[in-house]
């Protein structure tokens, strides 16, 4: 994409954190010609948790970006969804493809380091630098600086704050300590290869009882280098906030907790690797007036931490990234003066993004407490829901997520 005559010269974005978000966001800049250095504080980028499920919403920005086909290709394929009760009985069984018909794309389960990995090579490791950590910014007249606290500092037009929901630059931008909530829960999450004893290679079996969950989702064989067919596996437990995290004690925690559920559940308790599993206490943050300071964006976890109850952390992540570069590209054209530009487009991406990623942030919570427990009647409540649910209804809530995103 060509900048326009006003503009001849790109502007230098600079992005703190090399995550999906802050890569995604790099890349959406290059696309239209900008200057783009992405920071990253770890040596290693080593994704956290084994697959990620890309919805539609996602997949179509990765699609803009070049990396659709990539995407698809790595990824699982995701026909049917089934809810299971924990002995095994099935509650409902419905296909997806009228729903990814509909949207005009399908569902993209995917492991995180394929993920990643991929949109690192997109970007460039000549526009990334790793091991360096940001610990402050400042403005000035042209632009803003980055400070780190090797002592070195970068200046940048726009700076993209995209450093995950322990994010260290939140609160200089909001102007007061933003603290994470515990939702509730700890999840186990692994992958496995995929194995008709766990469930279809194509559908997302999910087992709830007890206030408990276990998923097992087609992530394809992006995640290996043999090209195994894997599932994307995970464990919901409500559980007080601190319990204790030792891998050498996955299993025994596990079969303890879901002692007497179905012959799949135990199977795949049996068959993974401790060792690649993480265990993860959910927490979110809550939902954010504003995600803009002078010169500066707020952008993915660090934004709009949430639950995974909805699938859509990553997802919105990538819309972030789309309509920061969008509201840029179209500000630079309408604007000679960059400053004013820039000022106009992080007010158009504010707008953009504050309620919409604020109303996920919020439907996640409301969901990761009907499912594990908060409220038992409700919870209960929501099984005799499944018992005699079509579809049709969970197809609905689907889709009023991905298409109210950017790209429809």
Not at 91 to 98: N, Q, R, V, Y
Not at 217 to 222: A, T
Not at 365 to 377: N, S, T, V
Request: proline residues 5%; charged residues 20%; negative net charge.
């Amino acid at each position: 994409m060509s900048r326009s005559a006003k503009h001849a010269s790109p502007l230098h974005v600079l992005v703190i954190g090399a995550g999906m978000g802050g890569l995604s966001t790099a890349l959406a800049f290059q696309h239209q010609g900008h200057r783009v250095t992405v920071v990253e504080r770890v040596q290693e980028i080593r994704p956290i948790g084994a697959a990620i499920s890309l919805w539609p919403n996602g997949v179509k920005v990765m699609h803009r970006l070049g990396l659709g086909e990539t995407i698809e290709r790595l990824s699982g394929e995701m026909t049917r969804m089934r809810y299971l009760t924990h002995h095994g009985q099935t509650l409902t069984d419905f296909s997806l493809a009228p729903l990814f018909e509909d949207v005009g794309q399908r569902a993209c389960p995917i492991a995180r380091a394929a993920l990643q990995q991929t949109l690192f090579e997109a970007v460039g490791a000549e526009h990334i630098q790793l091991g360096r950590c940001c610990h402050d910014y400042t403005l000035a007249d042209d632009g803003v600086t980055a400070h780190f606290e090797d002592g070195g500092s970068l200046h940048a037009d726009l700076l993209v704050v995209a450093d995950g929901t322990h994010s260290r630059l939140r609160g200089k931008l909001t102007g007061h300590t933003v603290e994470r909530q515990y939702v509730g829960y700890v999840n186990w999450n692994v992958r496995v290869a995929a194995d008709d004893d766990l469930a279809p290679l194509h559908n997302w079996d999910q087992y709830v009882g007890d206030a408990k969950r276990v998923s097992l989702m087609p992530m394809g064989s992006g995640g290996n280098d043999q090209g195994t067919q894997e599932f994307y596996c995970f464990f919901d437990v409500p559980l007080p906030a601190g319990t204790p995290n030792d891998p050498q004690h996955y299993r025994d925690e596990l079969r303890e907790h879901f002692a007497g559920w179905a012959e799949p559940v135990h199977t795949l308790i049996e068959r993974f690797d401790p060792e690649r599993m993480a265990r993860v206490e959910i927490h979110d943050i809550p939902p954010l007036d504003t995600l803009i300071a002078p010169r500066v964006a707020l952008l993915g976890d660090a934004a709009h931490g949430m639950a995974p109850d909805l699938g859509q952390g990553g997802c919105q992540a990538m819309e972030d990234a789309w309509v920061l570069a969008e509201v840029v590209q179209h500000a630079l054209d309408e604007h000679a003066d960059t400053s004013m530009a820039i000022a106009t487009a992080l007010t158009h991406y504010d707008a953009a993004r504050v309620e919409r990623a604020g109303e996920i942030v919020a439907r996640a919570r409301k969901r990761a407490a009907m499912i594990h427990g908060l409220d038992p009647e409700q919870t209960h409540a929501w099984y005799d829901e499944l018992a005699h649910e079509d579809g049709d209804a969970i197809l609905a809530g689907l889709k009023k997520t991905i298409v109210g995103g950017p790209l429809g």
